[in-house]
């Protein structure tokens, strides 16, 4: 998007939606002064400041705490979007039972079971196999405490929110979510990664921008010409795609920068910060 085009889009802003791994939160895991100054300086513009992750409910909550947010949480994706401070549910898009009995059926096959960590995600907690060192790293980094129990399909009486897969060989994680796109269409399933070791499947009605449109649209009454979106990777595309204006991170991807309308400084170098006090506070 031309600056002049960009700079008058910008005066239609009514809503920024935020992304957190790779967004507001980089090594640290934490938002850095930088970015909350700059976010409560929109907030008090009337910019409502929304977050959607990947990440759990009960993961992003302290983010959402962070940003002073009034506005209902999107996370697994926008597979479930929660109000913190009424807790009501306003959205719940689980995976079918049948499709999660088929991953699992796929990711147990004896070429995969030992590379890949497994998990499963039902009533805001995780479940998983066992604990192995990348499901160790990934409950340390999301604060929370992961729950064994041997055979996955025992938990498959409630159906899951997110299945993910984790392998610290990217090309496996690659080629699994090759394989398994050919394997079903995006009516089925929506499969994506947030980060290049992560593998994410939600149900076929999931995204964020999805998720966004809902917020915007149903919730609060906007357009899609008066949302901001800021993200870093794959499961951001969709909510980039749909805002008036989509801004991607330094440390995206070179696809996901080519689909952005500007493309910030990376999250190291406080880049929302950069994204805000040019395109909504200047």
């Not at 041997?150 to 060989?169: F, M, S, Y």
């Amino acid at each position: 998007m031309q600056n002049a085009l960009l700079t008058d889009a910008s005066q239609e802003i009514k809503l920024l939606v935020l992304d957190i791994d790779g967004t507001i939160s980089g090594e640290s895991n934490t938002i850095s002064q930088p970015v909350k100054q700059a976010i409560a300086a929109v907030q008090s513009q009337g910019i409502a400041v929304a977050i959607a992750t990947g990440r759990m409910y009960r993961s992003a909550l302290r983010f959402h705490q962070d940003i002073n947010s009034t506005l209902p949480l999107m996370a697994y994706q926008g597979a479930w979007i929660q109000d913190p401070n009424s807790q009501k549910i306003y959205q719940h898009s689980p995976v079918s039972r049948n499709i999660a009995e088929q991953l699992l059926d796929y990711f147990e096959q004896p070429a995969l079971r030992s590379l890949l960590s497994v998990h499963f995600y039902i009533n805001d907690q995780l479940y998983v196999r066992d604990i192995t060192p990348e499901t160790q790293a990934y409950a340390a980094r999301s604060g929370i405490t992961p729950i064994p129990v041997g055979d996955l399909r025992q938990t498959l009486a409630t159906e899951p929110t997110k299945i993910l897969a984790l392998c610290d060989d990217t090309s496996v994680i690659k080629d699994l979510l090759g394989n398994l796109r050919r394997q079903y269409t995006p009516a089925e399933l929506y499969m994506t990664t947030s980060v290049a070791t992560f593998f994410e499947a939600t149900n076929a009605i999931v995204n964020k921008g999805n998720a966004v449109r809902y917020l915007a649209e149903e919730v609060l009454g906007l357009q899609s010409n008066n949302v901001m979106t800021i993200g870093d990777n794959f499961n951001d595309l969709e909510m980039l795609e749909y805002a008036g204006i989509g801004v991607a991170m330094g440390n995206a991807p070179e696809d996901v920068k080519a689909i952005a309308d500007w493309v910030a400084p990376s999250v190291e170098l406080d880049g929302v910060a950069t994204a805000i006090e040019k395109l909504l506070l200047s």
